[in-house]
Antibody
Framework: EVQLVESGGGLVKPGGSLRLSCAAS????????MNWVRQAPGKGLEWVAS????????HYADSVKGRSTISRDNAKNSLYLQMNSLRAEDTAVYYC??????????????WGQGTLVTVSS | QSALTQPASVSGSPGQSITISCTGT?????????VSWYQQHPGKVPKLMIY???YRPSGVSNRFSGSKSGNTASLTISGLQAEDEADYYC??????????FGGGTKLTVL
């Protein structure tokens, strides 16, 4: 059974930093691209970042580019999101999502339960 | 990258069919056959319902179908059931190799 478990969320002050983690199990982690998707309270989904299976290709949404770094450790079956210079508008539930696309394109076939990040003074 | 445009809400009676539209540009929806649809019940995790415009993942009811014409993709749900009441989001791969979601559509089953 595919499982994605996020951790690392919490309350942080504006300008602060946070590192989110996602522990994957139930599939060959090193074979899949992975993503972070967030959802502000009461709002819609927003794609944040993606990383290819071997970390060769990395892409970010404009809203986090330059402030966030996505990374992975295939030996530990783990995905990470380092977020710096956090702003109130970064407040959201952050989901780890597996990319089910075989070749090109992207789709999120498995999602974690999410971890809440609250940016507030 | 601007969000894809979806109607804020749609509604239908049990047994009816409804269609949710998702409008983008030639740089996303119109340029690639990589549109996905997600269902999210309140307080729950999103669930993939359609990928690559028309394909259903294993386990998703065949009452859900997807299509695309030009810059607009559509999700159709036939034989509407009470359990279909949820928020629905479209997403598309883009020319920048990023991903963009729609604003979401709240489906109410009357």
């Amino acid at each position: 059974e595919v499982q994605l478990v996020e951790s690392g969320g919490g309350l942080v002050k504006p300008g602060g930093s946070l590192r989110l983690s996602c522990a994957a199990s139930g599939f060959t982690f090193s074979s899949y691209s992975m993503n972070w998707v967030r959802q502000a309270p009461g709002k819609g989904l927003e794609w944040v970042a993606s990383i290819s299976s071997s970390s060769t290709y990395i892409h970010y949404a404009d809203s986090v580019k330059g402030r966030s770094t996505i990374s992975r450790d295939n030996a530990k079956n783990s995905l990470y999101l380092q977020m710096n210079s956090l702003r109130a508008e970064d407040t959201a539930v952050y989901y780890c999502a597996r990319d089910g696309a075989v070749l090109d394109g992207r789709n999120f076939d498995y999602w974690g339960q999410g971890t809440l990040v609250t940016v507030s003074s | 990258q601007s969000a894809l445009t979806q109607p804020a809400s749609v509604s239908g009676s049990p047994g009816q069919s409804i269609t949710i539209s998702c409008t983008g540009t030639s740089s996303d929806v119109g340029g690639y056959n990589y549109v996905s649809w997600y269902q999210q019940h309140p307080g729950k995790v999103p669930k993939l319902m359609i990928y690559d415009v028309t394909y259903r993942p294993s386990g998703v009811s065949n009452r859900f179908s997807g299509s695309k014409s030009g810059n607009t993709a559509s999700l159709t749900i036939s034989g509407l059931q009470a359990e279909d009441e949820a928020d629905y989001y479209c997403s598309s791969y883009t020319s920048s190799k990023t991903e963009v979601f729609g604003g979401g559509t709240k489906l109410t089953v009357l």
